[in-house]
């Protein structure tokens, strides 16, 4: 089963611009990881946040962790056309280390 | 480095046919190892986990078996492949340390026909 959702379900953009994604879960976590898709291809990981963290960066990353809310959010800066691509949220929970994913957010990134 | 191969790339299979994909991973041990299945424009469903040689949990009954014979092999099979088998399938493996994010394979795209 999928426990997190992605909002939103696509995104389209101009290069320059920020995007924002969303990601709501249901039960208690240990961490929670994005992870990036271009079309065809296997996923890439891109960040980690653990759950007593509340925010981190990478290069032009940063996520967002609200356990309250049972919520993150990836705001990528400064987007290009190479962002192109299907990102989604993982969350490990807190029983054995296995991922459960969200449904995605496909972002189009225009030049 | 720890690099992860899967094979192979793409497959078209008739109903009815066998299954056989293997994921090796190499310049790690004991690995993590993992199954998962994504639909066309879904996320991924896991399929199947293992800890260790022998050691397979399967999270969603179906029509698909694994198999780990040797520490950095996982496989993953059917005996008859039914229609709704096809989908895009990633193998991905972590080490024991829990903070870590997962390294994918470059997914196996199977058309049941």
């Known amino acids: 089963s999928q426990q997190g959702e992605e909002d939103p379900q696509a995104l389209s953009i101009q290069e320059g611009e920020n995007a924002t994604m969303n990601c709501s879960y249901k039960t208690s976590i240990n961490n929670l990881q994005w992870y990036r898709q271009n079309s065809g291809r296997g996923l890439v990981h891109l960040i980690l946040?653990?759950?007593?963290?509340r925010e981190k960066h990478s290069g032009r990353l940063r996520v967002t962790l609200d356990t309250s809310k049972k919520s993150s959010s990836l705001l990528i800066t400064a987007s290009r056309a190479a962002d192109t691509a299907s990102y989604f949220c993982a969350t490990d929970g807190t029983g054995f280390q296995k991922l459960v994913f969200g449904t995605g957010t496909r972002l189009l990134v225009s030049p | 480095s720890q690099t992860i191969h899967q094979w192979p790339a793409t497959l078209v299979q008739p109903v009815g046919s066998p299954l056989s994909l293997e994921c090796t991973v190499e310049?790690?041990?004991?690995?993590?190892l993992y199954w998962y299945r994504q639909a066309a424009g879904r996320g991924l469903q896991l399929l199947f986990y293992s800890v260790g040689i022998g050691q397979i949990s399967s999270e969603v009954p179906q029509n698909l078996s694994a198999s780990r014979p040797q520490d950095r092999q996982f496989i993953l099979s059917s005996k008859k492949l039914l229609l709704s088998d096809s989908g895009f399938y990633l193998c991905a493996w972590r080490g024991q340390g829990r903070n870590y994010g997962y390294t994918f394979g470059s997914g196996t795209r199977l058309t049941v026909v």
């Open positions: 310049g790690t041990s004991n690995p993590n």
């Open positions: 946040i653990r759950s007593n963290e």
